[in-house]
């Protein structure tokens, strides 16, 4: 879980700062998107700090924390997604987090669902511009960040699984 604050919350906050520094949204996106990612950044640090404590319940906290930042995704992405494009990297952390400690067929099941939210806001983004959905271009591409966050996952599960393996057989 470590990792992900490492490497995958740093890239988080770059990619907002980047999309509301080189797009100029209107100052009430920029103040609740700065308030979303405070608000997230406070509780994962809080539950990573307290994960020790309530040991017996870390499966548990740990879930929260890969559905918590779904969330905080899908809240991002709606709100910068018109301004920037790449906002659609949000969704990868999630399933990028379950694949540390997950069993595979969650992390599949993790990342699917983080496509459907993905497609979901996208549907929504459509309609709220007067283009009655998505058109068969934004489809494509919505598929196609789809598959690559699925793969990603994916790969990420696997490494992560290698990784054990190695360590368990160097004992």
């Known amino acids: 879980m470590h990792i992900l ?22 100052k009430g996106v920029t103040y609740l998107s700065f308030g979303i990612l405070g608000a997230a950044f406070v509780i994962n640090v809080w539950l990573n700090r307290n994960l020790y404590r309530f040991l017996r319940w870390s499966r ?8 918590l930042n779904l969330a905080v995704s899908a809240a991002l ?6 301004y920037w494009a790449p906002m659609w990297l ?3 952390t999630a399933p990028a987090a379950s694949a540390m400690y997950m069993k595979k067929w969650q992390v599949f099941l ?5 496509c459907a939210v993905m497609f979901a806001l996208y549907y929504v983004r459509g309609l709220a511009f007067g283009e009655g959905g998505l058109g068969t271009q934004l489809w494509a591409m919505a598929g196609t960040q789809a598959v690559f966050i699925v793969f990603f996952s994916m ?4 490494m ?6 190695v360590r368990d057989s160097m004992r």
């Open 60 to 67: 548990h906290i740990r879930a929260v924390t890969v559905w």
């Open 155 to 158: 790969f990420t599960s696997a």
């Open 90 to 92: 949000l969704f990868l």
């Open 77 to 82: 992405f709606y709100l910068l997604s018109a």
């Open 5 to 26: 604050n490492y490497y995958f919350t740093p890239f988080a906050v770059i990619l907002i700062l980047f999309a509301i520094l080189f797009s100029q949204p209107e």
């Open 160 to 165: 992560a699984e290698m990784v054990i393996k």
């Open 110 to 114: 993790t990342a699917l669902f983080s």
